[in-house]
């Protein structure tokens, strides 16, 4: 009687609010890989994170050789998967894009911060701040506890992110024409979102949904680097906030 290994295949999801990564890979190594847009479920809704979700996962397994149904178990960590009502939308729209061959325990549910600090330190103790679009701190002692700060969403924390510091500049044009201080940023923010001035701003900015604030940070970039002393002071302002989360979770 011949037996027939049957090859595994793993998927590995990063799934963040400005886009999402699908590895594929087999028991010993990595296959091929596929970016598509943002899943993050509170940022995006749940139309627009499954759809990222399904071209990131058959574009992986597309480029892997193999099919969806071929696939044995999925780890995910996606922003704001740390509740677990997210976790569990996230892990419903999983089972619905894999083949129903997939036990619910084959489909690993995990914040974006868990997969970041296996990456960075593997079982070991550390402390890492993640800023993208949002923005967290997490870290695990030598005992394996551990502690975060911050993530709770753009609309009341996520501070230092880029959601923050696009916010913030907008904040800080409209409080430098208050004032009648010059910044480079009036005229770089404008330009960037195509309006003609601060009136439609202020409409821009105020909209319902919210424009996308991130998109921003480019700009307070460039404007500081050409010298601009608001965009710099932004900056620094972010700085400490990122660093004020980490000293939480190091007092933690």
Known sequence: MIKINRVRYFLGIDGGGTKTLCAAGDESKLLATATAGPSNVLRVGEAQARESLRQSVRQACAAAGITPAQVTNTCIGAAGAARPEVAEIVRRILAEILPSNILPSGINVVGDMEIALESAFGAGPGVLVIAGTGSIAYGRDARGHTARAGGWGFAISDEGSGQWIGRCAVSSVLNAHDRGVTTALTALVLQFWRLDGLDELVRHANAN??????QLF????????????????????AGKELAMLAAIVIRS
């Open 209 to 214: 949904p919210p424009p996308d604030f991130p």
């Open 218 to 237: 480019p700009v307070v970039l460039r404007a500081a680097d050409e010298g601009d002393s608001m965009a710099r002071n932004l900056l620094e302002d």
